[in-house]
């Protein structure tokens, strides 16, 4: 995510499905609890579940598109 981005809730942007998002933001913060690279992220937008616009579901599929790509990537002990 970039850091200079403004995800906060009133940025001009058009408001999308209400309970698309909340589904999508609820199974990423089911994940965040066994992938804490991704809890930050998930909690911040998880602040704007009731008034989400296009910039958060651009967001939440960025996080989807990183734990794709990181699927392989684990701890080892």
């Known amino acids: 995510m970039n850091e200079k981005e403004n995800i906060g809730k009133e940025n001009g942007t058009n408001k999308v499905d209400e309970e698309k998002i909340k589904g999508l933001i609820g199974c990423l913060m089911y994940l ?3 992938r804490l690279d991704i809890l930050y992220v ?10 989400p616009n296009e910039i958060h579901l651009k967001t939440a599929k960025l996080i989807l598109r990183y734990i794709k790509g990181t699927v392989n990537f ?4």
Request: hydrophobic share 35%; aromatic share 12%.
């Open 32 to 34: 965040s609890a066994t």
């Open 42 to 51: 998930t909690s911040l937008l998880s602040r704007y579940m009731h008034c």
């Open 74 to 77: 684990d701890v080892q002990f």
